[in-house]
């Protein structure tokens, strides 16, 4: 069965004449990943906007790659985009990557301009950085979070400088984000959007999903979740999706590349696995039962573990692993003690919640 590094090798037509689909999306929201500082032309750049084809063809491209999960997979997507009828002459520009760990923010985004007249905007997902991940956790408690706003002010800068319709997407958080932005920019902009693309991406707050923005464009918006989603049904209540099957296990089905795509979709099974449905009804169930002070407190605390080892991103861990254990038992035990005794008392109401969860299941309630 083929992936989307498949799809985009040997899909011929250009967007005239195929038009847009979800798989396309998928594919430019993976590709917004990497990383094309000095590549290409920023928001207040004057340069031309470049082709994918161009940047296959520039030198020193392990910069890009820097940093990005399965580096690999995301080589061999950048060659089969490049050598593609579809893919090679989309025009890319307004890129823009920004970190701000005192502000718990990670954002980047891209603009692709595509030959059937349209430009497709995608945020980029979760990166590896902890930051990152950490501002994903942040949603559970502050709306919006740094990223979502940086979002609608992208959205509608790009909108401005471009006179066309749009299409908006990304990948995990990048699909939370599109989404969010899309309901927040200017009226005139929301008008001139024709897609929304959410990849796996988590939900919104109740609040969101009530307010009138949001019910104007929900008919507008293409969730997408694999069979055993774990990040896109997080806060996951009130939008409806589609199951993409994936050739992975568990959480490894986050992967874009694990994907199956069948012609020009994806293979598509009737529901969420029920082993992944139990285990997102029971997490949400916890993230409800907690307020937003509390669930920033055990959110914090964490986080604050994970910086004592001084690792910024997820592949620091992986060296000298024992001294960063370390310090992060030390950290844990310099927590004063109502905070450790709350954290590790949430962390039992999870496992207490799941045992309940197990036996309603068996006694069919």
């Not at 985004?109 to 950085?129: N, W």
């Not at 956790?137 to 992208?154: C, D, H, L, R």
């Not at 207490?352 to 197990?358: D, F, G, R, T």
Request: proline residues 2%; hydrophobic residues 40%.
């Amino acid at each position: 069965m083929k992936n989307i590094i498949d799809y985009a090798a040997e899909e011929s037509d250009n967007f005239q004449k195929k038009e847009f689909n979800v798989v396309d999306s998928l594919v430019l929201s993976q590709f917004a990943y990497l990383h094309f500082d000095g590549l290409v032309p920023g928001i207040s750049d004057t340069a031309k906007p470049v082709s994918i084809a161009e940047i296959a063809h520039r030198e020193n491209l392990n910069a890009m790659f820097h940093g990005v999960r399965d580096s690999d997979s995301n080589r061999r997507l950048l060659y089969a985009l490049a050598g593609s009828p579809r893919f090679r002459d989309v025009k890319m520009t307004f890129y823009v990557n920004k970190i701000d760990f005192k502000a718990e923010k990670q954002f980047s985004a891209i603009t692709y301009l595509l030959d059937d007249g349209t430009a497709y905007i995608a945020y980029r997902g979760t990166d590896s950085t902890f930051v990152g991940w950490k501002e994903d956790f942040n949603m559970a408690f502050i709306s919006p979070v740094p990223s979502q706003e940086e979002g609608v002010k992208y959205l509608n800068a790009v909108a401005e400088l471009i006179l066309c319709d749009l299409k908006i997407g990304g990948h995990s958080k990048g699909g939370n984000i599109a989404v969010y932005s899309s309901i927040k920019c200017h009226q005139p902009i929301q008008n001139r959007i024709t897609h929304v693309f959410s990849h796996d991406g988590p939900g919104f707050r109740d609040e969101i999903f009530l307010c009138r923005e949001y019910l104007s464009m929900k008919d507008r918006i293409h969730k997408t979740l694999p069979q055993s989603s774990v990040i896109g049904m997080l806060l996951q209540h009130q939008e409806n999706y589609s199951v993409v099957k994936s050739n992975r296990i568990w959480i490894m089905q986050h992967d874009p590349f694990s994907w199956l795509v069948d012609d020009s979709d994806f293979c598509y099974v009737q529901t969420v696995k029920s082993s992944a449905m139990f285990m997102n009804t029971m997490l949400n169930k916890w993230i409800s039962s907690l307020d937003d002070s509390k669930r920033e407190l055990f959110v914090d605390t964490l986080y604050q573990v994970i910086k004592a080892t001084g690792a910024t991103t997820f592949y620091d861990l992986t060296g000298d692993w024992q001294k960063k254990a370390v310090a992060a038992l030390k950290a844990i035990k310099g927590i004063d003690e109502d905070t450790r005794i709350f954290v590790l008392k949430t962390i039992g109401s999870l496992f207490v919640l799941a045992v309940k969860n197990l036996r309603d299941i068996h006694s069919g309630n």
